[in-house]
């Protein structure tokens, strides 16, 4: 019996080993707070400042939004015309629907079948923005975001993104040079994550938006960057809500259905469901181990052992340990 324990163990901690590293990056990605790679607030001239940023200016002056088509909802319409008024120097380029699956077509071919059948138009939403970023450069603008200043000081990074809450980053405004490493990895991660998780919510989070993002993201930075290919940082307060930053939000999101309500409680509230998690895992552990001592069946289950027996295992062993086997 002591070997088939051994086995026994040996086998869960194979698969506890397997399971963390599956959600490894999804752990670390909990205790991210993006200090190292912020753009901190003494870096952006404030918005009214007479000190000309004279950094060199890296990401072109285009603004990309997205719409369905050429007819902005009214409620949204003063969120864009705040951006495009005070950058009349940038290029303006709204990603409709059919001009979306035109460019895919003609400059991404091999992504066009993975475009055309997600099952839910915000994925396309979502990954047209990664590719227009990836090959012309630019700044992304989600539509409900409107402009409270002009956005030069942020053309000084070679990429840059958004702190969200509870934690990762967003894709609602993101910034970067033409051909930028990260979202290069981006569009090129985009096929192999897109799945089906059976709740819509989580099959858009994790298949195109913000969760893809934030874990290509943490990925990406694992092993450090080159300076050209750092990605900083945009904090909250830089991003929205106070005097100096950059965006206005205009409340229209679609994203207030039941799935996201449950999601964004269960965000708010990790540290007690993982802590919960783990108690319960324990406790049905252990009532479990004790229920099968004290009863006869024997722990490690005999089919348990039998599976180890079989096939290629005793062939290894020598002669003697063999024969006991062949008891079984
Ligand atoms: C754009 O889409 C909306 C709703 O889907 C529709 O009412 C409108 O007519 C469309 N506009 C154009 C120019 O096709």
Redesign the pocket.
Known sequence: MRRGMIIFLVFNLVLLGFILNSVFTLITLLFEDCTADAIRPYDIPAPSSDLIDQRPKLIPKIIHQTW????IPEKWSEAQQSCIKIHTDYEYKLWTDQRSREFIATEYPWFLETFDNYPYPIMRADAIRYFVLAHFGGIYVDMDDGCNRRLDPLLSYSAWVRKTKPTGISNDAMGSTPQHPFFLQVIESLQSYNRNWRVPYITVMYSTGPLFLSVIWKEYIRWGTSEEGRVRILMPDEYIKKPWSFFTYHKGSSWHNEDAQAIFWMGQHWILLTVSGVVLAALLYIVGFTVVRKSHISFPPQFFVNLFRRGGYTSLKKKDDEEKTVEV
């Open positions: 369905r088509n050429e007819t």
